[in-house]
Every structure is written in structure tokens, then in C-alpha cells.
């Protein structure tokens, strides 16, 4: 079984937030090989400055944040794909599809599009446009 963690999902497993305990919950419940994009782990770290910036957190928590998420990615916690050329043109098919529709956002298409080729079972987010926009495709969630 295979699970895309996209960023909103990974930030809140590692820097404190309302999500939290649902995403550590998810993590331990799941048998999923997890995977993330390297677009994905790109917001992740400007997910943190962001916190940072909005005085959510401090500069050393989001630190130690990037830290064990580095840690865990090389461990193999999360496996780390780039974002393939087959993924852009699958996203610019579900934006014709579905964007007029759902008002979906570039970032999260290309999210679900990379989860659907990478033959994803879930999609691991806590981000309402992607989960609006799985729920269309019939793409398992947390």
C-alpha cells in the first residue's frame, strides 16, 4: 500500500499545530509506504519559515522541526520522488477537468497529480482544496 504525505500533512507532524495528534495518529496506524515529491518537500521548508515568520514558532523550533524531518526522510520514513514530467501533464489534465469547477490551486494539483502516478492508495493532507479535489478522483484520504 502506498500514501502521498503532502506538505500540510508533514508540516503538522512535525511543528505543533491543530492537526498534530490527527497526523501522529495517522503515522502510527499506517502500513503505507509513504511518499512525498521533492516540489513537496520544497514547501515543507518554506512551510517552517512561514511559521516562522508569522510568529507561530520560534526560529530554533523550526529548526529542530526541519531537523527530524531530515532525519526521518533519510531513514526512510518518507520516500523522496521528483516531481516527473508525467506528473505536470497529469496535473494540466485535472486542471482542465476540474479547476473551472472546484477552484483548485497549481500547488495542489500537482500534488494529487503526483499521488495518482505514483499509484498512491491514499493522499495524506490536511489541505481542504486538495481533499476536495481527491474526493472528486475517488483518492483515499487520512
Partial sequence: MKA???PSFIV??????????AAAHTMQ?????CFLTTFGEL???NAMGLRIFRKEVSAV???????EFEK???QGVFHLRGLSDSSLERASQLSRQTTAKLG???ADLLHVAAALELDADYLYTFDQHQRKLAQALRLKLN
Avoid at 512535525?14 to 492537526?19: Q, R, T, W
Avoid at 496506524?29 to 509506504?33: E, H, K, L
Avoid at 523550533?61 to 531537523?67: L, M, R, V
Fill in 4 to 6: 502521498y504525505a503532502d
Fill in 12 to 21: 503538522s507532524l512535525y511543528s505543533p499545530d491543530a492537526n498534530s495528534a
Fill in 29 to 33: 496506524a499506517s502500513s503505507a509506504d
Fill in 43 to 45: 514547501e515543507v521548508i
Fill in 61 to 67: 523550533q523550526a529548526q529542530s522541526s526541519i531537523i
Fill in 72 to 74: 526521518d526522510l533519510h
Fill in 104 to 106: 483548485t490551486r497549481t
